[in-house]
């Protein structure tokens, strides 16, 4: 769909220069799905007297060719489009599988579901590392007890790397290693992808089995930079059981579908889908309502992981730097089982 759309796009002249909008540098990213199409377009002045009326152009050429798809045209007036980066040194060549652990909305328990399944795949053989990419909320020092470690550089064939922290034999990279614990970062997006980008091709990653990014929760610039650097084999996602945030786990769903992006869902994982106190071991209290990310899972035909529910271990763990599968038994049994799962899928997809 997307040559086909830039074929209608290089239809479209810009009058004061006598170019196409494709051939021009005027088109940006273009972003389709089966229902929505997006076209970014770029002017070099800060008031082109032409994006009006090429933006209105671009909108009923689409409509006329497109017209169950919704369409919109987002217009940027002072810059050139994007041009591609050359492509550069990256140390992610012996990593053998990257999965995203995402969320469509915060405070679900994301960064702690991504420590716990790391320890899981640790504890099933498998050399493993984090990407901590919540760039303005890194957790996984804190998780691992690493808060205070301030990362080394070495030369490797006239490089600079940076050395990861290594904790529990799982190797980590977090911006949070550069920053002070209670500095907030006033960074624009640009600033924290090109950080990100450092991140992910300047870290001594070494032989690694999984590689595990912990995302931020939404879907943003990050993510398209994590999507854009990176090959991930799947993206799992993390939820409550509660309609508001089961709500936000179809956008994450949408965004990894994507025709642009097109990265296989290994599954969605209910954490806090329930509280038993330790004096009523066999009760169970559903918090946050009842299998509502378990739902969402099977209405939109991807795997469920299964549920992880509330455990003391599981916030004393993250608290101490200790994660609780490594710990407690129980909470390792639920976490082993969504590992084994998430194992064979990324291995049937290959």
């Not at 002249?13 to 990213?29: A, C, M, Q, Y």
């Not at 053998?96 to 504890?123: E, F």
């Not at 949070?176 to 091709?201: C, E, S, V, Y």
Request: glycine share 10%; charged share 20%.
């Amino acid at each position: 769909m997307q040559e086909e759309i830039e074929k209608l796009l290089s239809a479209i002249i810009h009058p004061e220069t006598g170019k196409d909008l494709v051939s021009g540098g005027f088109v940006g990213r273009i972003a389709a799905s089966e229902e929505a199409i997006t076209v970014h377009l770029h002017f070099q002045k800060a008031r082109d007297p032409f994006a009006v009326k090429l933006k209105n152009s671009v909108e009923k050429v689409l409509g006329e060719h497109f017209p169950a798809h919704r369409t919109s045209v987002i217009v940027r007036e002072g810059q050139a489009a994007p041009r591609p980066e050359p492509k550069q040194h990256t140390t992610t060549g012996d990593i053998t599988r990257i999965i995203a652990v995402a969320s469509g909305k915060g405070g679900v328990g994301k960064s702690t579901v991504t420590a716990n399944l790391a320890v899981a795949l640790r504890d099933l053989g498998f050399r493993v590392g984090i990407l901590d990419a919540d760039i303005y909320g890194p957790s996984q020092p804190k998780m691992f007890g690493v808060e205070g470690y301030l990362p080394d550089a070495v030369q490797q064939e006239g490089i600079d790397l940076i050395v990861p922290a290594t904790a529990q034999d799982i190797r980590l990279m977090s911006i949070g290693f550069f920053i002070k614990p209670n500095d907030a970062l006033l960074w624009r997006g640009a600033m924290a992808t090109n950080a990100l980008r450092q991140l992910i091709h300047q870290t001594q990653w070494g032989p690694l089995d999984f590689l595990l990014c912990d995302l931020p929760p939404g879907t943003g610039d990050i993510h398209l930079s994590i999507i854009n650097e990176l090959k991930i084999a799947a993206a799992v996602i993390v939820s409550t059981p509660q309609q508001v945030a089961v709500a936000d786990v179809v956008r994450s769903i949408e965004l990894f579908r994507n025709e642009q992006v097109h990265i296989p869902i290994a599954g969605v994982i209910e954490n806090m889908a329930w509280f038993t106190p330790e004096e009523l071991p066999d009760s169970r209290y559903y918090i946050f309502g009842q299998g509502g990310a378990r739902q969402v899972a099977e209405t939109y035909g991807v795997p469920f992981l299964g549920e992880v529910p509330i455990v003391r271990s599981i916030r004393e763990g993250g608290d101490d730097g200790a994660p609780a599968a490594a710990i407690d038994p129980r909470v390792g049994s639920y976490y082993r089982a969504i590992a084994e799962q998430v194992v064979g899928s990324v291995m049937k997809n290959g």
